[in-house]
Every structure is written in structure tokens, then in C-alpha cells.
């Protein structure tokens, strides 16, 4: 059963003894010997109130400022759209299916996101301060090991849909 707290005074509150192994030795940190002062609900500022809700339409014109930035801030993503004109070129004279294509876009899509993602963690370290401050710098090389496995998957997906609709087409697999 347990056992009621004890009051010691405005905002401060002392838990019952731990039970911890059978024994009851008091918990060695209460409230009552912390460094600080609880806060005091009826003298607290209130919170700051939320910035303006956005529409849908404000939202999606954001989310494309955020691609305008991050396209022209980076030119990786130059070099991606590039290989994925080349891999949706050989798709289409090969004549890869619709599962191929829903694949192939999904792949380039989860690229995208990666390159995203990494262009916000470089403006991010840019704007705090030093990017080639350790911590920052790892953050940097984190985001970038995240695109590589992006771009690996999706290179993996992409190689094995084009190779096996053009095996199907040299009959291979038959």
C-alpha cells in the first residue's frame, strides 16, 4: 500500500521512502533538496502563444520554398536529377512495366528526401555557427551517410529492374 506524500510547504512535495531490495532506506534525491525552486503555476508566465496557423495552401508554398532553397543552395541534387533522367530514359526504351516504374519513382523519391534532409542539416551547422565544428561535422556526416543509403538502395532497385527487363528482352530468362 502506499503511503502518502508529505507536505513541506508551498510547491514541494516529499515522496514516501523507496522500497528499492526490501529495504526502506529514504530516496536519496527528494524534491525538497534539489537545486531549484519548483515552479509556481499561479505566478508562472503564461506559455507564448502559438505563431498563426497556416492553410494548406501557405504549407504546401512553404514546402516549395524549402525545395527552391534547397535545390539552389546544393548541386547534389543537380547530379541526382541527372542520373534519374539517364535511369528513366533506359526505362522507357526498355519498356519496364508499371510495378517497374511505381519502383523506379518511389526510388527517386526517397533520394529526394535524403538530399532534403541533408540540405537542412547543412543549413542548420551553417547557421549555428562553424560547420566544421565536430559536433556540427558529424551531424553533416550523418546526413550524408543517409543519402548514400539512398542512393544505394535505390541504385540497387534501379539496376535490378533494367537488367531484368533487359534480360526479358535478349531472352535470358528463358
Known amino acids: 500500500m502506499a503511503q502518502p506524500t508529505q507536505d513541506r510547504g508551498p510547491g514541494r512535495r516529499c515522496e514516501p521512502p523507496d522500497m528499492r531490495f526490501g529495504t526502506s ?14 515552479i509556481d503555476l499561479e505566478t508562472a508566465p503564461p506559455n507564448r502563444p ?7 495552401r501557405e504549407k504546401f508554398w512553404a514546402g516549395l520554398g524549402g525545395w527552391k532553397h ?3 543552395g546544393d548541386s547534389s541534387f543537380f547530379a541526382h536529377g541527372y542520373r534519374a533522367f ?9 519498356g519496364v512495366g508499371p510495378q517497374g516504374w511505381i519502383a523506379l519513382v ?4 526517397l ?51 533494367l537488367v531484368l527487363k533487359f534480360g526479358d528482352l535478349l531472352n535470358w530468362w528463358r
Open 111 to 161: 533520394i529526394f528526401v535524403a538530399e532534403l534532409n541533408h540540405s537542412a542539416v547543412d543549413a542548420l551547422a551553417r547557421a549555428i555557427g562553424d560547420p566544421d565544428e565536430p559536433r556540427l561535422k558529424a551531424a553533416r556526416e550523418i546526413a550524408a551517410g543517409g543519402v548514400l543509403a539512398a542512393v544505394v538502395g535505390s541504385a540497387t532497385v534501379a539496376i535490378a529492374i
Open 50 to 56: 502559438r505563431t498563426a496557423w497556416r492553410s494548406t
Open 106 to 109: 518511389l526510388a527517386g523519391c
Open 25 to 38: 532506506q529514504p530516496n536519496p534525491m527528494t524534491v525538497a533538496d534539489a537545486d531549484f525552486d519548483p
Open 86 to 94: 539517364l535511369v528513366a530514359l533506359t526505362a522507357s526504351l526498355l
Open 70 to 72: 534547397a535545390i539552389r
